[in-house]
């Protein structure tokens, strides 16, 4: 019979080394859109689209993600297609194009629980 303390879940230091590359991976991010809309309110409205802050997050959140998928560290479906929603909302709005968002979150979420699992490590 085991001690409660003898099962406890014990995490390799490999594992921890990549907990805490992911938060400070994270924490990166969270500074680089600060910066991006930080930039963005100082530059005149007529200047700037008003969907320009979606795209600087959507970029910033398949970078993140990307350097999570090459680092080894499980990427995040869901902050995946915020990226992707975030692109193509601010590229719409770039070019002047009223994207219909419901349409596009569906077929969004829909292409994610296609490609998701071929993305899995393992399989």
């Known amino acids: 019979m085991t001690t409660p303390e003898e099962s406890i879940l014990v995490i390799s230091p490999e594992e921890e080394e990549k907990k805490a590359l992911n938060r400070r991976m994270d ?66 709005g770039l070019l002047g194009v009223d994207l219909p968002v419901l349409p596009v979150l569906i077929i969004l979420l829909g292409l994610s629980m296609v490609v998701g699992p071929l993305l899995k490590k393992g399989r």
């Not at 991010?29 to 930039?39: E, K, R, S, T």
């Not at 999570?68 to 990427?75: D, E, T």
Request: aromatic fraction near 10%.
């Open 27 to 92: 924490n990166a991010a969270w500074g680089l859109f600060l910066i991006v809309l930080g930039c963005l309110w100082l530059i005149p409205d007529e200047q700037v689209p008003q969907d320009a802050w979606l795209l600087g997050a959507g970029v910033i959140l398949l970078g993140l993600n990307g350097l999570r998928y090459i680092k080894g560290i499980r990427v995040s479906g869901f902050t995946i297609l915020l990226g992707v929603i975030g692109v193509l909302l601010g590229v719409g």
